[in-house]
């Protein structure tokens, strides 16, 4: 079965702080991309960092980094110094090719807290 | 300017009503998505179009119907609506090959009372 797996339902972090959120995922599949979605309290889904699984190095987007450790089928994600727009809900999520298209399969999320 | 649009934003309605919800993208995507939302926060994918093509269906109760009446619009309708479909849904779409971001309308929470 392909699940996504978010351990921490919950983190917090102080402000200018750097925190680190886990995920781990079963798959079978050798082709397939990774993504985290940040979910404010507004609800939009905003893609925040995404990885393709043949590329061996980890993407960075600005404060925001991923460790891509593919034999450990894990995929953290680093917020570097935290700030207060980065309080919301964090999803991981892998996309696998099913039935000719691609589906998404999310994680249960981790609400992150970020302290002043 | 708005990429994927959902109308409405809030719904509030009876149980045993029947319902719709509007998504449209303007971007030109090829692929379109509905997702739930319960009120644990977990997503899951229902329904996926593509140009007009039902092409997956998650085990999702019959009383919800998706209509793709072109590839720039997937609607979904509820009947009979239970407690239970109190949830958001999110419409998504996707490019086609090649692409792998999804873009995400705003949501729509929907309350059956």
């Known amino acids: 079965a392909q699940t996504v797996t978010q351990s921490q339902p919950e983190m917090s972090v102080q402000e200018a702080e750097t925190v680190t959120l886990s995920c781990t995922y079963d798959?079978?599949?050798?082709?397939?991309?990774l993504f985290w979605y940040k979910q404010p309290p507004s609800r939009q889904m905003i893609l925040v960092i995404r990885?393709?699984?043949?590329?061996?190095q980890n993407a960075t987007e600005n404060r925001f980094s991923v460790n891509f450790q593919k034999a450990a089928k894990s995929f953290s994600l680093k917020i570097s110094d935290s700030q207060l727009g980065d309080a919301a809900m964090y999803f991981c999520?892998?996309?696998?090719?099913?039935?000719?298209?691609?589906?998404?399969?999310f994680g249960t999320g981790t609400r992150l807290k970020v302290l002043a | 300017d708005t990429a994927v649009s959902q109308t409405p934003k809030y719904l509030v309605t009876q149980m045993g009503n029947d319902k719709s919800i509007k998504c449209e993208q303007n971007?030109?995507?090829?692929?379109m998505y509905w997702y739930k939302q319960d009120s644990k926060k977990f997503l899951k994918i229902m329904f996926s179009?593509?140009?007009?093509?039902?092409?997956i269906n998650e085990t999702v109760p019959n009383r919800f119907s998706p209509k793709s009446p072109d590839k720039a619009h997937l609607n979904l309708h509820i009947n009979s609506l239970e407690l239970g479909d109190s949830a958001v849904y999110f419409c998504?779409?996707?490019?086609?090959?090649?692409?792998?971001?999804?873009?995400f309308g705003p949501g729509t929470r929907l309350t059956v009372l």
């Open positions: 999520a892998y996309m696998v090719p099913t039935s000719g298209t691609y589906k998404y399969i």
């Open positions: 798959t079978s599949e050798s082709d397939y991309y």
């Open positions: 990885q393709e699984a043949y590329k061996q």
């Open positions: 971007l030109g995507h090829d692929t």
């Open positions: 179009y593509n140009n007009k093509e039902l092409i």
């Open positions: 998504a779409s996707r490019p086609g090959y090649g692409s792998y971001e999804q873009f």
